[in-house]
């Protein structure tokens, strides 16, 4: 089993920056992707951005936000999310994901609000 808990999120201004940390707690070996996803009012949950192999560090970013958002694996244990140029269609509930060969695991989210 492995325990994924959120953090950094809250209330900017469009064009501002955020932080998302997530941290991993539990069989953290079995890992094999990590990724943060996201899911707004009235929307499925879609892909925000991946490491789709921790060993090989192969990383997809949906399109919306490349250029923008980056990805990072801090520690075996920590995955973060920078955040700039926010815009309020980037509003949502952000979810950290990690994978491995048998399991889907998620954290319980974090709100991002974008908005003036």
């Known amino acids: 089993q492995v325990q994924l808990v959120e953090s950094g999120g809250g209330l900017v201004q469009p064009g501002g920056s955020l932080r998302l940390s997530c941290a991993a707690s539990?069989?953290?070996?079995?890992?094999?992707?990590m990724g943060w996803y996201r899911q707004a009012p009235g929307k499925q949950r879609e892909l925000v951005a991946r490491?789709?192999?921790?060993?090989?560090?192969?990383t997809t970013y949906v399109d919306s936000v490349k250029g923008r958002f980056t990805l990072s694996r801090d520690s075996k244990n920590t995955l973060s999310l920078q955040m700039n140029s926010l815009k309020p269609e980037d509003t949502a509930v952000y979810y950290c994901?990690?994978?491995?060969?048998?399991?889907?695991?998620w954290g319980q989210g974090t709100q991002v609000t974008v908005s003036s």
């Open positions: 490491i789709n192999s921790v060993i090989s560090g192969d």
């Open positions: 539990g069989s953290i070996i079995s890992i094999r992707a």
């Open positions: 994901y990690a994978g491995s060969f048998a399991n889907d695991y």
